[in-house]
């Protein structure tokens, strides 16, 4: 079993529909939930970062992780065609290293 | 703002050749990182420094080596480039845990490395 894993996509969704974008994890040690954003032929930015069960909202964007079943989401409300990216979650443990998910697709159509 | 940059945004090079791959931070970040895009495969770490002169593999170190010589720049070495080696190549940046709890990484715009 991979340690995180992200359906790719491609999603599409009209502008102003509702995402929802998910990813399980398999590693009960994994502390620090995030998701990046990637521009196409872009690096990737941090877009949210939480370390505890729970929801966290930043404008259109919520972060929510469920530790007890290992998954997590991020959920735009109101898209908008310039959040059409590749989003990446992020998962780490106690050191350095972080393991993405391998990213999913979104555009969004005006 | 923190600018992480890299030598190249698109590379040629043809099988064998020894390939040195760039990267320069300027927030004074003990932590730096070179991963690898693939379709299908995601970001994959290849190394990590997280101090001047030290490293540690990541999950595909084979065929790669790397040099931190200084605290800004962490380069990436092809020591006998492969066509399997094909990839889009980005480096990131941190600071230490206890510096910034959020452990943000921050990305340069990659390096397109095409051999042939």
């Known amino acids: 079993q991979k340690e995180v894993e992200q359906d790719p996509g491609p999603l599409s969704v009209p502008e102003g529909a509702i995402v929802s974008l998910n990813c399980t994890y398999s590693n009960s040690a994994f502390q620090y939930f995030m998701w990046y954003r990637q521009y196409s032929r872009k690096g990737p930015e941090l877009l949210m970062y939480?370390?505890?069960?729970g929801n966290k909202e930043d404008g259109r964007f919520t972060a929510q992780v469920d530790k007890s079943s290992k998954y997590i989401s991020l959920f735009i409300r109101d898209s908008q065609p310039s959040d059409s990216a590749t989003y990446l979650c992020?998962?780490?443990?106690?050191?350095?290293?972080?393991?993405f998910g391998k990213g999913t697709l979104l555009t969004v159509n005006p | 703002d923190v600018k992480v940059t890299q030598s190249s945004r698109y590379l040629v090079k043809r099988t064998g050749e020894k390939v040195f791959l760039e990267c320069v931070q300027d927030m004074d970040h003990e932590n730096m990182f070179w991963y690898r895009q693939d379709p299908g495969l995601g970001l994959r770490l290849i190394y990590f420094s997280y101090d001047v002169k030290m490293k540690e593999k990541g999950d595909i170190p084979e065929g790669y080596s790397v040099s931190r010589e200084k605290k800004e720049r962490f380069s990436l070495i092809l020591e006998s480039a492969s066509t399997n080696q094909t990839s889009m190549y980005l480096c990131?940046?941190?600071?230490?845990?206890?510096?910034?709890?959020?452990?943000?990484?921050?990305f340069g715009p990659g390096t397109r490395l095409t051999v042939l």
């Open positions: 990131a940046s941190s600071l230490r845990p206890d510096r910034d709890l959020t452990d943000t990484q921050y």
């Open positions: 939480t370390y505890s069960s």
């Open positions: 992020a998962i780490r443990g106690s050191n350095y290293k972080l393991t």
